[in-house]
């Protein structure tokens, strides 16, 4: 195998790649070998299979479609036929390299092990979305990539405009083409318009135009009212017998009004991470999904802050006692602390469903997630005059910015004005007249008589 990957010639890529430093010459050797053995397996699957005259040489057709011209290449050797077939497609890449659509580009980028290919899944899962969601079948996609012009690029994202695109999304879409011209530079392309980013430039889009997701911070964040429902919901029915809803999902949701946990946090917690002595609970650890295979996984982390202890209220402690108990009456033996009665652990679409059920159930307005819980602890401690630095600890959050923006006023307009009336910004004329009149002397009790105006 060694000998025949050392008889192909590295094509002109690979070999600046090498001469450049940025792979060695062994993995540029089995990437073009990678390249040949699917070009030759792609025609003998899809076009026309390598066959054997009776006189033993071997041949193809490289077009059978065409009667006249079917393209045979017969030789004595079978390896011969297949660098033929090889040569033929590298050529014929080369001939319509001027005439590849934009289309054809992704596609061979996002294919490349150098390219898109070299990316995370989640980030792959990603740029496929984009391209389906926004590229396929638009006004770039069809077109050769050398003939895309500023104008071109300004139809499309006016197309992305009226069907509704985020500022977010919008980004990302940029940043996907500026990727592809990127690749398609590397490949020797001529693009008379410039790169993508220079052709951006001319193209100007209000920020109104944007699609937008926000949500108010009333629509976000739990009033301490509400969290008093949701809690008497799960206390009444986590042990029904009429309940649907997992006990142990129920009460995850609960803990999560009193620790602000992350819902990920949440899934991966185990039942050695809860200290009763010093009612701490620890977070080492959270859970994953990965898009592309829609699996789950447990994994440390993302930051440092995220690694902490957390100190709980007389609230949060009572409810990991009682789920203890639920564990123990089940019969659950697994070391996660929240299992269905199979002893398998919940992930965190469970705790999603289960928040919105009780949201549907209780009559609660809008939709919220598990991670607008997070913002409701945060901003029921700051309403309790907790320190933001402190909110920002237990979150586990690295800057105190990243906390600000998860405090929301929970007071409503009504209860604005109630406590609104109590303030006094001023004091009245009278009671400022008398306070002029009592001013006492250093060492002395004696009072001093106000001064008459002139």
Not at 86 to 100: A, C, F, G, R, T
Not at 168 to 185: C, E, G, P, R
Not at 411 to 417: D, M, T, V
Request: proline share 4%.
């Amino acid at each position: 195998m060694l000998k025949k990957i050392t008889e192909v010639k590295l094509s002109e890529k690979l070999q600046e790649l090498v001469d450049d430093g940025i792979i060695d010459y062994e993995r540029a050797l089995e990437m073009q070998m990678e390249r040949r053995n699917k070009i030759i397996k792609d025609h003998v699957e899809k076009v026309h299979p390598i066959n054997q005259f009776s006189n033993g040489r071997y041949y193809t057709k490289l077009h059978p479609q065409d009667y006249k011209k079917p393209g045979l290449v017969n030789k004595a050797r079978k390896e011969d036929v297949e660098e033929a077939i090889y040569q033929y497609y590298i050529s014929k890449e080369l001939e319509n390299l001027d005439n590849s659509t934009f289309e054809c580009q992704y596609n061979r980028w996002h294919e490349d092990p150098l390219g898109g290919g070299k990316v995370k899944p989640v980030t792959m899962y990603r740029n496929e979305s984009l391209y389906n969601q926004y590229l396929k079948d638009s006004v770039i996609d069809k077109t050769p990539i050398t003939q895309i012009d500023a104008d071109k690029f300004e139809l499309f994202f006016l197309d992305c405009i009226k069907r509704g695109i985020t500022q977010k999304a919008f980004t990302n879409v940029k940043s996907l083409i500026n990727k592809i011209y990127n690749y398609a530079i590397k490949q020797k392309f001529n693009m008379p318009y410039g790169h993508s980013k220079d052709m951006f430039k001319f193209i100007e889009i209000p920020k109104n135009e944007f699609k937008t997701t926000k949500q108010k911070p009333c629509e976000r964040s739990y009033t301490q009212i509400e969290v008093g429902v949701i809690r008497r919901y799960i206390l009444d029915n986590y042990a029904a017998p009429t309940n649907k809803l997992q006990p142990l999902a129920l009460l995850g949701v609960l803990l999560t009004f009193f620790t602000g946990v992350r819902c990920g946090e949440l899934a991966a917690l185990k039942v050695t991470d809860f200290d009763e002595d010093n009612e701490t609970l620890l977070i080492e650890r959270t859970e994953t999904r990965n898009q592309k295979t829609h699996t789950y996984s447990i994994k440390p982390p993302k930051t440092t802050a995220s690694n902490r202890n957390i100190n709980l209220t007389e609230d949060a402690v009572e409810v990991l006692k009682l789920i203890l108990s639920v564990r123990k009456g089940m019969g659950i033996k697994s070391e996660y602390l929240f299992t269905d009665r199979d002893n398998d652990r919940l992930h965190c679409p469970r705790f999603i469903k289960t928040i919105e059920t009780i949201n549907k159930r209780t009559g609660l307005p809008y939709k919220r997630s598990m991670h607008d819980i997070r913002r409701t602890y945060a901003s029921i401690c700051y309403l309790d005059r907790v320190p933001l630095h402190v909110i920002q600890r237990e979150l586990g959050h690295e800057t105190v910015q990243q906390t600000q923006e998860y405090v929301q006023d929970l007071i409503s307009k009504e209860e604005g004005k109630t406590y609104l009336g109590r303030v006094k910004f001023y004091k009245d004329i009278s009671e400022t007249v008398q306070m002029n009149n009592i001013v006492n002397f250093k060492g002395d009790s004696r009072k001093k008589p106000h001064k008459k105006a002139l």
